[in-house]
């Protein structure tokens, strides 16, 4: 099998030949290992094409992740500005909404004009012609909750949600919106099958699992929805100690869920098995940039013999890792995986 046929069987709950494995993301670590920066990426296609292909080659991840830490320029084409940074991904300058006033103001075809998510799609669709045989090749973007907080600023987002929950639910459903209308084209044309949403503002330490329920998750499943709806997997990264709403997210909608190293993943096995696929969830700091080559198999295989022995399962870190990860760790991460026979 194909890495793109290992992970689209575990996507649809199946038990592939091997255990499934990637990173999540990337960007970070893929941007540094090849010797260039996000801002020297972010108008030059080609390049960016040809470190995709290039890490693509030296991590053997099963899924390449087109546009790694460029999620904040999806609300940077409506306001905020970018602030790019000597090492990580780039922020956004400033918060933007504070009203409804102000949402009505935006008009989701200034999406459509960005040259950095121009830059991002074309080099998509030219890694995708190169790998897509062999990858599941996706693009990355926030989750809607996240996004949305990105134009509010996360602490007058979770403080709305208590005082202001119209105002929240009206600019979740504007995020959600312009991610549909972000990925719509993709879809549409064959470039994407699978979609990757990192929703790290609804995390199990920011948000409770009542305000997950009401603010995050109708929005999750309206683009899952319409992403069933042309044929694609969504794949949701959410960070924190979720352990407490796991129940919840088959609710989702998503073909796979991406667990932080927090989470239990016995417990992940117990409520999440048979009924969508799940991923993690190997500590990206404790283990992957400050453990062993031994500490890192060990650490692998304990989450493999726990939850990824029956299919429907992903070997994943907890979260994005460091620019600073060894390489040797993510070698031995990616083998112990690759050698695991199902």
């Not at 009203?99 to 890694?127: G, H, P, R």
């Not at 920011?206 to 305000?211: C, M, P």
């Not at 796979?256 to 098995?273: M, N």
């Amino acid at each position: 099998m194909t890495s793109r046929e290992i992970i689209l069987k575990a996507f649809e709950g199946g038990k592939p030949d091997r255990v499934p494995v990637t990173l999540f993301g990337g960007g970070m670590w893929s941007i540094k290992a090849y010797g260039t920066t996000f801002k020297e990426l972010s108008s030059d296609a080609t390049k960016m094409t040809d470190m995709l292909v290039a890490m693509s080659e030296k991590l053997l991840c099963d899924i390449v992740y087109a546009g790694s830490g460029y999620n904040n320029f999806h609300a940077s084409a409506f306001g905020g500005g970018i602030k790019f940074r000597e090492m990580g991904a780039p922020d956004l300058e400033t918060h933007f909404i504070s009203s409804a006033e102000d949402l009505q103001k935006l008009d989701l075809a200034q999406l459509d004009v960005s040259d950095v998510i121009s830059t991002v799609k074309t080099a998509l669709k030219a890694t995708k012609e190169k790998l897509g045989r062999d990858y599941v090749v996706t693009m990355t973007a926030w989750g809607p909750y996240t996004l949305g907080a990105r134009m509010v600023g996360e602490e007058a987002m979770m403080k709305a949600t208590f005082k202001k929950p119209d105002f929240v639910h009206r600019v979740t459903e504007f995020a959600t919106n312009l991610l549909i209308r972000l990925y719509e084209p993709l879809v549409a044309n064959g470039t994407l099958q699978v979609i990757s949403l990192a929703d790290p503002t609804a995390s199990g330490d920011l948000i409770s699992k009542k305000q997950f329920e009401t603010f995050a998750l109708p929005y999750l499943k309206k683009f899952t929805d319409w992403a069933k709806s042309k044929n694609a997997h969504t794949l949701v990264h959410i960070c924190g100690n979720t352990t407490d709403r796991l129940d919840l997210f088959p609710r989702t909608g998503a073909s796979c869920i991406s667990l932080d190293h927090k989470t239990d993943i016995a417990k992940a096995k117990e409520l999440l098995h048979g009924k969508m696929c799940f991923a993690g969830n190997v500590d990206p700091v404790h283990v992957m940039l400050e453990g062993s080559v031994q500490d890192v198999e060990n650490a692998s295989r304990r989450v493999i013999e726990t939850a990824g022995t029956d299919g429907g399962f992903v070997l994943m870190p907890g979260c994005d890792i460091p620019p600073t990860v060894p390489y040797e760790n993510i070698q031995t991460f990616i083998r112990t995986a690759r050698d695991w026979k199902l």
